[in-house]
């Protein structure tokens, strides 16, 4: 069993900048696949950028801004996230999959000026 903990959300104007984290614990998580996903109001949870044995893989929207790292000895995963834009606006989700997928709470990012 995993349990994972995101925090850094909040409001940021566009062109801002935001880390996320997310904490995992019950387990060592360093031979998970870890992702973070996201979901807009009215629409469907998608796919934002995963990580596992160094290698990295971005949705289309994102490249380029968004940089997702972990720190192993940490236990922790995290999401750089650069030149924000409005429709960055969501609650932002991580997951570790190793087996079975599990699922933290979110984090509301908030992208307005």
């Known amino acids: 069993q995993v349990q994972l903990v995101e925090s850094g959300g909040g409001l940021v104007q566009p062109g801002g900048s935001l880390r996320l984290s997310c904490a995992a614990s019950g387990t060592s998580a360093s031979a998970f696949l870890m992702a973070w996903y996201r979901r807009a109001p009215g629409k469907q949870r998608e796919f934002v950028a995963q990580?596992?044995?160094?290698?990295?893989n971005y949705a289309y929207s994102v490249q380029g801004r968004f940089t997702i790292s972990r720190d192993n000895a940490k236990n922790m995963v995290f999401l750089q996230m650069n030149s924000l834009k409005p429709e960055d606006t969501a609650v932002y989700y991580c997951s570790a999959t190793f087996r079975n997928t599990y699922w933290g709470q979110g984090t509301q990012v908030t992208v307005s000026s």
């Open positions: 990580i596992i044995s160094g290698e990295t």
